[in-house]
C-alpha cells in the first residue's frame, strides 16, 4: 500500500498546484468588469472578490460528487485502477490550465476537467476490455457515462452563441437608454435600473451560488424554486426602494453598486460550483484511500470503489483551506492578470496595441459586415439614424484632471451589463439543469457589449474578432487536448508503474518551473513597455523630449552590439548567435513599432503651444523604425544563409566588415554621447566620421563588384553581402538623421520657451 500512499500524497500536492493554475485562469470570470471599469481601487476589488471566493468554497461540498460519479461509473471499477484514473487528471489538468495561463487565454476549468475524467476513464476501460475474454469496444458504455459528456458539448455550442447575442442586444438597448454621458439619465432611471440588475444577481446567487451549499436544505432549493415569481418581484421592488433613498439621502453611485454586488455574487458562484474542478479528484483519491484502508483484507487491484457512488459530505476545514489558497493566487498571481488582461484588450472602448493579427475568416466577417450596414443605412431615415449615432458618441475630455480615455477598458453601464447578462444566463442555465461554463459565457457576453458599445472600430474589429476566434478555438481544443492527453498519460501511469509516475510528475513540476520563467520574462518586457507609455493627459514639449531621448538612447545602444553580432556570426558561421540576434531584432522592431502606433496618443495630449515640437518626434520616432528595419533585412538573410548551409563569406569580405563593424561601433558611440549630453556644437566631427564610412562602403562595394566580374565567388554569397553593405549604407545615414532630429527638437522646444 506504500505505492498508493505515495500517490494519494502526490495527488494532494497537485491539488494545491491546480487551485492555484485554475483560479489563475478563471478570475477573469469576476474580475474582468470590475477591473476594467476601474469601479473602485484595486483592493477594494480584491476584498470583495475574496469574500464571496471565501465564501462560496465553504458552500462547494455537494459538488465533489462530480469528480467521483459525474463520468464514469465507479463501480465499474477497483481501486488501483481509480488511483491511475485520478492521477492521470490532475497531471493533465495542471499542464493544460498552467499553459493556457501562460499564453494568458481564457479556457473552461468545467470542460478540462470533465474531458480529462474522460479521457483518462476511458483508457482504463480500454485496458479493462482488452484484457477481457468476454468483452469488446461495445461494451464501453458500461464503464462511461457519454451522456455527460455531449450535454457538455451541446451546453458549449449553446452558451456561446446564446451569451454573445443577448449580451450584445442588451448592452445596445442600454446605450440607447443611457448613452456615454449617462449621469443624467440615472437620475431618472438609475434606481429602476439598479433594482433590475441586483434583483437579477441576488436570484442568480440563490440558485447557483447557494445549490452547493451544506447548509441549504432540498426544501429550501425546492422553495426557492417554486418562488421564484415571488422573489424576482419582491427584490426588484426592494431593491428600487432602497437604491433611490440611498441616492437621495447619500448620491450613491448605482453602477458601481451593481458591479461590486455582481463581483462578489460570479466570485461566490465560481468557488461554490469550480472548486471541484481543482480539488474535487484529489479528495476522492483521498477517500478511496481511507476507504481500502478500512477494509484491512482488501487488495488494490480487487477492490470495488463503489463507496464512490454514495453521497458524501467534504471536511468545512479542507474547503476554507482551499479557499485562502484561491485568495492568495487572486492576490499574488501573474498569470491571473494575464489572462484578465486578455480580455479586457479584446473588450475594451479605444485604440491600443493589438495582440492578435488578421486572419481570412477575421477580414470576411468585417467586409460583410460593413456591406450589410451600408445596406441597412441606405433604407433608414438619416435623422433617425444621427438621433442613434448621438448615444453612442464618447464624451470629449475637457479638463487635465479627468481620466484619461484609455485608463478605462469601458465605463460602469457596460460593466454593470456584462455582470447582470452573465449571472442570468448562468441562473437560467443552472435552473434548466444545463451544463454552461462560467467562463464560456462572461466572455462571450463581455464580447457581445464590446461589440454593441462600437468599441470594434473599424481600425480593431479585424484583430478584435480574430482575437474572440483565438479564444474560442482554444476553448474547443481544450477537451480535444485534455482527453487526448489524460488517455496517453493515464496508459503510461498504468503499464509503468511507480517509475512512470516519478518522471511524470518531476516532468509537470519542470514545466510549470519554466513557464513561470517564461513569463516571468514575458511580464518584464510589458513593464519595460509601460516605462516609456506616457500616463499624463496633457503634455508639455519637455516631457516628450525626455521620452524621445530615452527612446533614442535604448535604441541606439543596441546598433553596435547587433552589428557585431552579426559580423561575428557570419565570419564563425555560427548558427546559434545568428538565431539569437534574429530575436532579438524582432524585439527590437516589435517595441519601435509599438512606439510608432502610439505616436498619434502623443501628439494629441500635447500642449497647445507645443505642437510643433510634435513634428520632430515623430520623425525622430520614424527614424528608429527604419533602423530596426535595417536589422531585420540584415539578420533574417545571415542567419538563413547560415542555416541553409550556403558558403561562408570570403577572406576578404571578412575583413571589410571587420572594418566597418570597428567604425559603426565608432560612430554609435559618438552619436549616443551627444544625444546624452544634448550638446551638438561638434556635430560636424560626427559627419565627417558618417562620410568616412560611407566612402568606406562605397570604396568595398567596388571591390565586390570587382570579385563578381572575376567571378571569385559564388552568387548568393556575393548578393548576401551586398545586401548586407546597402543596409549598413541605410543604418548610417538614419543614425546621423535621428541625432539631427533630436537637435531639431531641443532648437524648437528652446524657441518656444524664449517666445
Known amino acids: 500500500m506504500d505505492i498508493y500512499l505515495i500517490i494519494v500524497i502526490v495527488l494532494l500536492a497537485l491539488a494545491v498546484s491546480d487551485l492555484v493554475v485554475g483560479v489563475s485562469n478563471d478570475a477573469v470570470n469576476f474580475l474582468n468588469s470590475a477591473i476594467g471599469s476601474k469601479v473602485a481601487p484595486m483592493w477594494v476589488i480584491m476584498v470583495i472578490a475574496s469574500a464571496g471566493v471565501l465564501i462560496g468554497a465553504t458552500f462547494s461540498s455537494g459538488m465533489m460528487e462530480v469528480a467521483r460519479k459525474g463520468i ?83 451546453g458549449i455550442l449553446l452558451s456561446v452563441f446564446v451569451a454573445f447575442i443577448v449580451g450584445a442586444i442588451i448592452q445596445y438597448l442600454s446605450r440607447l437608454l443611457f448613452s456615454f454621458k449617462y449621469n443624467k439619465s440615472l437620475k431618472y432611471f438609475g434606481s429602476v435600473w439598479g433594482g433590475m440588475a441586483i434583483t437579477a444577481i441576488t436570484y442568480f446567487m440563490l440558485i447557483k451560488g447557494l ?50 454586488v455582481g463581483t462578489f455574487a460570479l466570485a461566490m458562484a465560481f468557488a461554490g460550483n469550480d472548486l471541484v474542478n481543482f480539488i474535487g479528484v484529489p479528495l476522492a483519491g483521498l477517500q478511496s484511500y ?146 454552461l461554463s462560467t467562463t464560456y459565457v462572461t466572455f462571450m457576453v463581455a464580447m457581445g457589449t464590446s461589440l454593441s458599445d462600437r468599441a470594434w472600430g473599424r481600425d480593431d474589429a479585424v484583430y478584435r474578432i480574430q482575437g474572440v476566434f483565438s479564444v474560442i478555438g482554444g476553448w474547443f481544443l481544450t477537451a480535444l487536448i485534455a482527453f487526448m492527453v489524460s488517455f496517453i498519460i493515464a496508459n503510461i501511469i498504468y503499464w509503468g ?17 519554466r513557464t513561470q520563467i517564461m513569463h516571468k520574462k514575458r511580464e518584464s518586457e510589458k513593464d519595460e513597455d509601460k516605462e516609456d507609455d506616457f500616463v499624463e493627459e496633457i503634455l508639455s514639449g519637455s516631457v516628450v523630449l525626455e521620452k524621445c531621448l530615452g527612446h533614442t538612447t535604448k535604441a541606439l545602444i543596441k546598433v553596435p552590439a547587433f552589428y557585431e553580432n552579426l559580423v561575428e556570426g557570419l565570419k564563425n558561421e555560427d548558427r546559434q548567435m545568428l538565431r539569437e540576434l534574429t530575436k532579438d531584432v524582432k524585439k527590437f522592431n516589435k517595441k519601435t513599432k509599438k512606439i510608432k502606433d502610439n505616436v498619434n496618443k502623443t501628439v494629441i495630449k500635447l500642449e497647445a503651444d507645443q505642437i510643433d515640437t510634435g513634428y520632430f518626434y515623430v520623425q525622430s520616432v520614424d527614424y528608429l523604425r527604419e533602423i530596426a528595419h535595417c536589422f531585420t533585412y540584415m539578420a533574417m538573410p545571415s542567419y538563413e544563409h547560415i542555416e541553409n548551409n550556403h558558403d561562408g563569406l570570403g577572406k576578404h569580405q571578412t575583413e571589410e566588415l571587420m572594418e566597418l563593424k570597428a567604425g559603426v561601433k565608432d560612430l554609435i558611440g559618438d552619436i549616443i554621447a551627444v544625444v546624452q549630453s544634448k550638446d551638438y556644437y561638434n556635430l560636424d566631427v560626427i559627419i565627417d566620421k558618417q562620410q568616412q564610412l560611407l566612402d568606406l562602403i562605397a570604396t568595398t562595394r567596388k571591390n565586390q563588384v570587382k570579385r563578381i566580374k572575376e567571378m571569385e565567388l559564388q552568387t548568393r554569397r556575393s548578393l548576401l553581402y551586398l545586401d548586407i553593405l546597402a543596409e549598413t549604407k541605410n543604418l548610417i545615414l538614419y543614425s546621423i538623421n535621428v541625432l539631427k532630429s533630436q537637435r531639431d527638437f531641443i532648437m524648437e522646444l528652446n524657441k518656444n520657451k524664449a517666445e
Open 72 to 154: 464514469f461509473h465507479p463501480d465499474q471499477f477497483v481501486f488501483a485502477e481509480i488511483m491511475v484514473i485520478f492521477l492521470a487528471v490532475m497531471v493533465t489538468d495542471i499542464i493544460l490550465l498552467d499553459a493556457f495561463n501562460t499564453m494568458g487565454m481564457p479556457t473552461s476549468t468545467t470542460v478540462s476537467i470533465v474531458f480529462e475524467l474522460l479521457g483518462s476513464a476511458v483508457a482504463v476501460s480500454v485496458i479493462k476490455i482488452s484484457q477481457s475474454s468476454t468483452e469488446t469496444m461495445a461494451n464501453i458504455g458500461k464503464y462511461i457515462n457519454s451522456e455527460k459528456a455531449l450535454a457538455i458539448i451541446s
Open 211 to 260: 445549490k452547493g451549499n451544506s447548509l441549504m436544505q432540498p426544501e429550501d432549493l425546492e422553495m426557492i424554486k417554486e418562488n421564484t415569481f415571488l422573489i424576482i418581484v419582491y427584490g426588484f421592488l426592494g431593491w428600487t426602494i432602497v437604491l433611490q433613498i440611498l441616492t437621495w439621502l447619500f448620491k450613491v453611485n448605482i453602477p458601481k453598486v451593481i458591479v461590486l
Open 290 to 435: 481511507q476507504d481500502i484502508l478500512a477494509n484491512p483484507d482488501a487488495r488494490p487491484d480487487t477492490f470495488i470503489m463503489s463507496s464512490l457512488a454514495l453521497p458524501v459530505e467534504t471536511d468545512t476545514i479542507l474547503l476554507l483551506i482551499a479557499g485562502v489558497i484561491m485568495i492568495l493566487t487572486l492576490y499574488f498571481s501573474k498569470k491571473a492578470r494575464s489572462v484578465v488582461e486578455t480580455t479586457l484588450n479584446l473588450s475594451r472602448q479605444g485604440h491600443g496595441n493589438e495582440r492578435f493579427g488578421a486572419s481570412t475568416l477575421s477580414r470576411t466577417i468585417v467586409r460583410s459586415s460593413l456591406n450589410a450596414n451600408k445596406s441597412v443605412t441606405a433604407i433608414l431615415p438619416q435623422p433617425f439614424l444621427k438621433r442613434i449615432d448621438s448615444r453612442f458618441v464618447l464624451p470629449k475630455k475637457v479638463s487635465k484632471n479627468e481620466a484619461s480615455a484609455d485608463q478605462v477598458s469601458f465605463d460602469l453601464i457596460r460593466a454593470s451589463v456584462n455582470l447582470v447578462v452573465a449571472s442570468i444566463l448562468i441562473a437560467i442555465g443552472t435552473s434548466l439543469k444545463l451544463p
Open 497 to 513: 508503474g511507480m517509475i512512470a509516475i516519478v518522471i511524470i510528475v518531476a516532468l509537470v513540476f519542470f514545466l510549470i518551473y
